[in-house]
């Protein structure tokens, strides 16, 4: 594709995931507030003026390095819903689908479930409504799942079943929430790695919904 952008055009994607990439890893390694617009525009190797060509504000910034976890996350999500037998099945596949993700691309799980405090960049950035739009998609293809939980009989038919959905797919995703912004006590506590912990905890929130 590349071979047939003009060369202004693949200098300015060249720029800006020269920009996306070193965000990328002082976001990571320090974090969205200890992370400045000066840091990242002198790991690039670009100029201030030149970035905010590209981003409306350090949030819309933010966001964009955001995005390609969304949509890694996202195409994990739809592909395990496609391939469970059934829809607790399904549930099960997908929270195994953020798992892995969690696992493999921990910073990015990290990135994409921090919230910035200023409220009006973020609802301004372009990066994060589309974030919110990749999200409502995912949000719909779980929602689709009630009426065929009703007659595929993997869930408990006493459940209300969008709330038992809803316990199924957010109460794993809240404890990877969880484990990635909290210290290691919660596991060892009980003798168990942090693979050990999740993986019994997927098991036991998905066996919930029988």
């Known amino acids: 594709m590349k071979e047939n952008l003009s060369k202004r055009e693949a200098n300015k994607i060249h720029k800006k995931e020269t920009f996306l990439d070193a965000a990328e890893k002082l976001f990571a390694e320090k974090g969205f507030e200890n992370t400045s617009i000066d840091e990242v525009v002198k790991k690039a190797g670009l100029t201030k003026r030149t970035l905010y060509q590209y981003f409306q504000s350090k949030e819309d910034l933010y966001y964009a390095v955001a995005l390609s976890g969304a949509r890694l996350l996202a195409k994990a999500s739809f592909d395990a819903l496609e391939r469970g037998e059934n829809v607790r099945d399904k549930i099960h596949l997908a929270n195994l689908a953020h798992l892995s993700f969690y696992k493999e691309y ?34 719909r293809s779980l929602a689709s799942l009630s009426e065929a939980a009703l007659s595929d009989g993997s869930i408990n038919p006493n459940l209300d079943m969008q709330k038992a959905m809803f316990f199924g797919f957010f109460s794993a995703f809240s404890l990877l929430f969880t484990v990635a912004f909290t210290d290691k006590s919660i596991w060892q506590a009980l003798s168990m790695d942090e693979d050990e912990f999740l993986k019994f905890s997927f098991n036991l929130f998905t066996n919930a919904l029988k």
């Open 106 to 139: 921990p910073d990015s799980f990290r990135i994409l479930n921090y919230l910035p405090a200023n409220q009006q960049n973020i609802e301004a950035s372009p990066h994060y409504q589309e974030i919110k739009q990749i999200d409502a998609a995912r949000m």
